[in-house]
């Protein structure tokens, strides 16, 4: 069991250092020799856990998504009403996002070169995601909790306002920002956020 346990904290600290060596240098800059070094491991035990580099690569994101997945879901199964349980999974979705920027730069970028794996992300991870969240408005405007509105233009706008702040420190410093993402902003963030979806909601 001892083994095991250090085999997966092994391996998520490799995912770590491959998370903020990718954020960095995007995947044709990122070399595994550079991630070995991030982790302060040799080269040759990245091989051990990953095949190559793009089995690594897919590996950051299956491992973001499935932890995304598994915070949706916690939150969905809480003793609330609709309302309640989004403004909670709003707040969670938020410091998520704050713990993983470099993974959303990931992302942001995948989506904007059209990269090889956008495809795949689509179908096993956001389709999925986008179903549960239209549901979940559609069943919230049947029991009146809800205005009706288009859960595709409401869920992109919803996903822009979590990943853009993340991702846009240098324009964040530009206005003037301190320390955006300390966990003050963080908790002004989550508010602001929820606020304009309770307005644009109820």
Do not use: C
């Not at 595994?32 to 950051?60: C, D, P, T, W």
């Not at 992109?156 to 964040?172: A, E, H, R, V």
């Amino acid at each position: 069991m001892r083994k095991k346990n250090h085999e997966v904290t092994k391996r998520e600290d490799i995912l770590l250092a491959a998370e903020h060596v990718f954020a960095e240098r995007g995947f044709k800059g990122t070399t595994v020799r550079a991630v070995a070094q991030k982790a302060g491991i040799a080269n040759s035990l990245i091989f051990y856990y990953f095949k190559n580099k793009l089995v690594l690569y897919e590996a950051v994101f299956q491992s973001f998504f499935e932890q995304l997945e598994d915070l949706i879901l916690q939150h969905l199964n809480l003793d609330l009403d609709r309302l309640g349980i989004l403004k909670q999974l709003l707040f969670a979705v938020t410091e998520f996002s704050a713990k993983h920027r470099n993974l959303l730069i990931i992302l942001t970028r995948e989506i904007i070169d059209n990269g090889n794996l956008v495809q795949k992300i689509n179908n096993k991870y956001f389709r999925p995601l986008y179903d549960t969240a239209a549901e979940f408005l559609a069943e919230g405007s049947k029991e009146a909790l809800f205005r009706k509105v288009d859960p595709l233009h409401f869920l992109q706008t919803l996903m822009g306002m979590n990943i853009f702040y993340f991702i846009s420190d240098p324009l964040l410093q530009a206005v003037g920002a301190r320390d955006p993402y300390g966990s003050q902003e963080i908790e002004k963030r989550k508010m602001e956020v929820w606020n304009i979806v309770r307005s644009s909601l109820t």
